[in-house]
């Protein structure tokens, strides 16, 4: 990293291509440059396409969205093929409870 003043910024900017640069004033940093490295427009292309080709593949594609009366249905059949066995919560807690005293 090369140290430059400030009142040098714009000169050694402009010819800094891929440096970077420790702004100083008076002696103390007041800032840092550090130059964008630009893609060239073909690369950048190709990086979308192959982005592209991933987010077009049979595993990502989208699922229908469910009406509001086919979640309700789903969920209703969810819910039917839930079988619980044993005594309410409610009883085994005041079952718990008694026997603590």
Same mark, same amino acid.
């Given at each position: 990293?090369?140290?430059?003043?400030?009142? =040098? @910024? *714009?000169? *050694?900017? %402009?010819?800094?291509? /891929?440096?970077?640069?420790?702004?100083?004033?008076?002696?103390?940093? !007041?800032? +840092? +440059?550090?130059?964008?490295?630009?893609?060239?427009? *073909?690369?950048?292309?190709? @990086?979308?396409?192959?982005?592209?080709? !991933?987010? /077009?593949?049979?595993? +990502?594609?989208?699922?229908?969205?469910?009406?509001?009366?086919? %979640?309700?249905? $789903? %969920?209703? =059949? +969810?819910?039917? $093929?839930?079988?619980?066995?044993?005594?309410?919560? $409610?009883?085994?807690?005041?079952?718990?409870?008694?026997?603590?005293?």
């Amino acid at each position: 990293m090369k140290n430059i003043d400030i009142s =040098k @910024l *714009q000169e *050694q900017v %402009l010819s800094a291509k /891929d440096e970077s640069l420790r702004v100083k004033q008076d002696g103390r940093v !007041v800032g +840092f +440059f550090y130059p964008v490295k630009t893609t060239p427009r *073909q690369q950048t292309d190709e @990086l979308w396409e192959r982005l592209d080709a !991933v987010f /077009d593949a049979d595993r +990502f594609r989208k699922v229908p969205q469910l009406t509001k009366e086919e %979640l309700l249905a $789903s %969920l209703r =059949k +969810f819910r039917d $093929s839930i079988r619980v066995s044993g005594e309410a919560l $409610s009883a085994t807690v005041i079952k718990a409870r008694r026997e603590e005293r």
